[in-house]
Nanobody, 123 residues
């Protein structure tokens, strides 16, 4: 069983930065960040291997967002720079079961979810 707790959301003007954190308990090989804007489906933002640090990103955030993981703190981070109004959403941290090792941006591949943290970007 994996438990996830996000923090760090808030409001910022376009062009600004925010950093999200997700503290986890339990073992997993793959962590991801997802977001869901009002009236839209949840979409994958970034995913990372907890051991090697290999990452993948959705094209919409490449070059602006950075996912990272601190093994000592069992925490995954999402550094968001150059924020745009269209980045406004509830952001969720997610983890795959320990037996799965593939990076993924598909929510159906993830088994454990945090409660979410709101990010609002104003123009």
């Amino acid at each position: 069983q994996v438990q996830l707790v996000e923090s760090g959301g808030g409001s910022v003007q376009a062009g600004g930065s925010l950093s999200l954190s997700c503290a986890r308990s339990g073992d997993t090989n793959v962590l991801g960040w997802f977001r869901q804007a009002a009236g839209k489906e949840r979409e994958g933002v970034a995913s990372i291997y907890t051991t090697s640090g290999i990452t993948i990103y959705d094209d919409s955030v490449k070059g602006r967002f950075t996912i990272s993981h601190d093994n000592a703190k069992n925490t995954v981070y999402l550094q968001m720079n150059g924020l745009k109004p269209e980045d406004t959403a509830m952001y969720y941290c997610a983890a795959r079961r320990i037996k799965f090792r593939g990076l993924s941006l598909h929510q159906s591949d993830y088994d454990y979810w945090g409660q979410g943290t709101q990010v609002t970007v104003s123009s």
